[in-house]
């Protein structure tokens, strides 16, 4: 199974460009790298996805290595509102066999101080 | 838009009752994932349907928990008889093709507390 390491927390402050970084070590090929947002008392959010190299959207950009082993979360001048958790998602083979199984890891919870 | 919605919002049940969670996914979606959060263990995935078939329950804690999706529109987690220890927020998604490679939707969650 696909494992997500993620630092457990991070401080920034407003305006500031954040940078969270995911080690997946064990990716398969076909696996791809899909991040989400949580605030208190609601499901996780759907930010961005990627395959390898860069993606960028109007929330974030996402940048892949070409070893696809980590990737980093970019949100560019972040708010206040942006204080959550954001977690690493990377598919994994089911037990069962053949289907891929969503992992989320542990998150990173992000506090943005005025 | 309507997205995944979940009820009830919040659950309060003595231990030893049965606890029936519903979720009705975004029409059109053929993948339904069922996650239980808690503070010591995160976000864990219990069970996920492809095409209204369970694929992989091996997230399910124990016999206690059953899972149903009878259609498309709707499905159910059951837990009975229900233990202080299954107090956590339940969360529902859904998602169109198999597996992770497109975004899943959450609802809101239930609030699960046993008493």
């Known amino acids: 199974l696909a494992k997500t390491t993620q630092p457990i927390s991070m401080d920034s402050y407003e305006g500031q460009e954040v940078n969270i970084t995911c080690s997946h070590n064990?990716?398969?090929?076909?696996?791809?790298i899909t991040w989400y947002q949580q605030f208190p008392s609601q499901g996780p959010r759907f930010i961005i996805q990627?395959?390898?190299t860069k993606v960028t959207n109007e929330v974030a950009s996402l940048f892949i290595p070409a070893d696809r082993k980590s990737s980093t979360l970019s949100l560019p001048r972040v708010s206040l509102s942006d204080t959550a958790v954001y977690y690493c998602?990377?598919?994994?083979?089911?037990?069962?066999?053949?289907?891929?199984?969503?992992?989320f890891g542990r998150g990173t919870s992000l506090i943005v101080h005025p | 838009d309507a997205g995944v919605i979940q009820s009830p919002r919040h659950e309060v049940t003595e231990m030893g009752q049965e606890v029936t969670l519903r979720c009705k996914p975004i029409?059109?979606?053929?993948?339904l994932f069922w996650y239980r959060q808690t503070m010591m263990r995160g976000l864990e995935l219990l069970i996920y349907?492809?095409?209204?078939?369970?694929?992989?329950d091996s997230g399910m804690p124990e016999d206690r928990f059953s899972a149903k999706m009878p259609n498309a529109s709707f499905s159910t987690l059951k837990i009975q008889p229900s233990e202080p220890r299954d107090s956590a927020v339940y969360f529902c998604a859904s998602s169109t093709g198999q597996g992770l490679n497109q975004p899943q939707h959450f609802g809101d969650g239930t609030r699960l507390s046993i008493l």
């Open positions: 349907f492809n095409n209204n078939v369970p694929i992989d």
């Open positions: 990627g395959y390898k």
């Open positions: 029409s059109g979606h053929n993948s």
């Open positions: 998602l990377v598919g994994s083979a089911s037990a069962s066999g053949g289907s891929y199984i969503p992992t």
């Open positions: 064990n990716i398969a090929t076909n696996d791809y």
